[in-house]
């Protein structure tokens, strides 16, 4: 079994690609499998927190173990995690996964990320957490492919075929649409957080945020900023 781990931040199009490798064939997707222990050892006040602690597993050892050992009955795995859900975990097994990075550009994330955390920090972000996940597997000799959300939204069908290629998986067609609605492998936190994805159909056409970033996270932005920029350099490309 071939397993394909997505490493995003906070309000991007993760949900939409959980829900674009679903419509494969040959694909079980997870939806954030470490969350309740990322909740359990930051102590990270999060809409639904409570609900999210009891439902799920909160040893992240444990949920690696699972992760690679079990069997998922289908030659893909594609797993939906959240890059700062690493927190205090062996990072050993990281080499086992064909790994992605998800990025967005911070002036159009922050505005978005405050309707749900309303203060937030550095680790809420996770771009520090990716671009030092970047250099990590790079030393490890693994390159991960760094996928940016404005990219793949301007063309959907484009960027999903270089992801595949870098892969070494086969493209279908079927990735760019899907029902709307929930999914059964949507986490018990998706009303607090999929409302969106849940009207759609497909991924939405690009456009521009028009909220500007609040003046008291100004420092915030500039901080990820930094880190987006050396991601971005390394992220697909539609031309």
């Not at 990072?91 to 996964?97: R, Y």
């Not at 497909?202 to 987006?228: H, I, M, N, T």
Request: with cysteine.
């Amino acid at each position: 079994m071939k397993r394909i781990s997505l490493w995003s931040g906070p309000r991007n199009v993760s949900t939409a690609i959980m829900y674009s490798f679903a419509q494969r064939p040959d694909t079980r997707v997870v939806d954030e499998p470490l969350y309740g222990h990322y909740l359990q050892v930051s102590g990270a006040q999060h809409p639904g927190r409570e609900e999210v602690l009891a439902h799920m597993e909160l040893n992240g050892d444990k949920v690696v173990a699972q992760l690679i050992n079990d069997d998922f009955e289908r030659p893909l795995l594609f797993i939906k995690n959240m890059a700062h859900h690493l927190l205090h975990l062996d990072s050993a097994f990281l080499p086992g996964l064909h790994n992605l990075l998800l990025i967005r550009d911070p002036k159009e994330m922050l505005p978005s990320l405050v309707n749900q955390i309303p203060q937030p920090q550095m680790i809420d972000t996770a771009y520090k957490m990716q671009w030092d996940l970047y250099e990590q597997l790079v030393d490890l000799g693994q390159r991960p492919t760094v996928i940016d959300s404005r990219e793949l939204l301007l063309e959907p069908a484009n960027i999903l075929r270089q992801v595949c290629e870098k892969t070494a998986i086969p493209y279908y067609p079927e990735m760019t649409s899907w029902q709307p609605g929930p999914r059964p492998e949507d986490g018990i936190w998706a009303p607090h957080w999929y409302h969106q994805v849940h009207k759609s159909t497909g991924f939405a056409p690009y456009k521009p945020k028009e909220e500007s970033v609040r003046p008291d996270l100004q420092p915030l932005l500039k901080e990820c900023q930094y880190y987006y920029d050396l991601l971005f350099a390394e992220a697909l490309k539609r031309h």
